[in-house]
């Protein structure tokens, strides 16, 4: 079946500019993450989504960042007056809350370059 | 606070050598330990995992050492092929408080290369 998918695959844009990323996670799939991967570094955790639970906002960097799930599948990060220190790239995954399943499986990130 | 140390930062291993890649972390709460592979320009993809009550896990050419008491877990790529050159990403994953969704910390990385 088919993967996570995030769009675009890189994004550019201007200082100041709000930015809105798209994940669609895998069908049947309860828990949605976003991450953020500065480049030659790890992954950052920035929120997660659980069924029908509040988002674990923990993660997110700033009040600029903000992140929503329609009906329980597609996901949207905005950032909003992009900054320099912005530019990364922005992974998505999904997982099954299973009894023992614990594998998030990952989309291709998208690649957001901040002028 | 970083949870998670991934070391070495690069390494460069010959054909058919054995590639170790370490990791330690500091919460002894975390109770699931996978290892992710990662090649330019896609995600990172499950490459195997490991849970605390075992101290060895092997799949094919990849085993998971772990050492509960020292907080220490290791990937070791056996008989080394350039196909595996990528960036190895170790993660510690703990159960969130609410619900059953998991939380992973992960490494800072570790960029493979295999010579031909």
């Known amino acids: 079946g088919a993967g996570v998918s995030q769009s675009p695959s890189n994004k550019v844009t201007e200082k100041g500019k709000d930015v809105e990323l798209r994940c669609d996670p895998i069908s049947g799939h309860t828990a949605l993450y976003w991450y953020r991967q500065s480049l030659g570094q790890g992954l950052e955790f920035l929120i997660y989504f659980q069924g029908n639970s509040a988002p674990d906002k923990s993660g997110l960097p700033s009040d600029r960042f903000s992140a929503e799930r329609t009906g329980g599948s597609v996901s949207t990060l905005t950032i909003q007056r992009t900054q320099q220190e912005d530019s990364a790239v922005y992974l998505c995954?999904?997982?099954?809350?299973?009894?023992?399943?614990?594998?998030?499986?990952f989309g291709p990130g998208t690649r957001l370059t901040v002028t | 606070q970083q949870q998670v140390k991934q070391s070495p930062q690069s390494l460069i291993v010959q054909k058919g050598g054995i590639s170790i890649i370490n990791c330690a972390y500091e919460?002894?709460?975390?109770?699931?330990f996978p290892w992710y592979q990662q090649f330019p320009g896609k995600g990172p993809a499950l490459l195997i995992a490991i849970r605390p009550d075992v101290s060895e896990k092997k799949e094919g050419r990849f085993t998971i050492s772990f050492n509960k008491s020292a907080k220490q877990f290791s990937l070791h790529i056996m008989d080394s092929q350039p196909g595996d050159s990528a960036t190895y990403f170790c993660a510690a994953s703990i159960k969130k408080s609410s619900g059953s969704a998991r939380q992973l910390t992960f490494g800072s990385g570790t960029q493979l290369t295999v010579l031909p």
């Open positions: 995954a999904s997982s099954f809350q299973g009894t023992s399943t614990y594998e998030q499986y």
């Open positions: 919460n002894t709460a975390f109770d699931y």
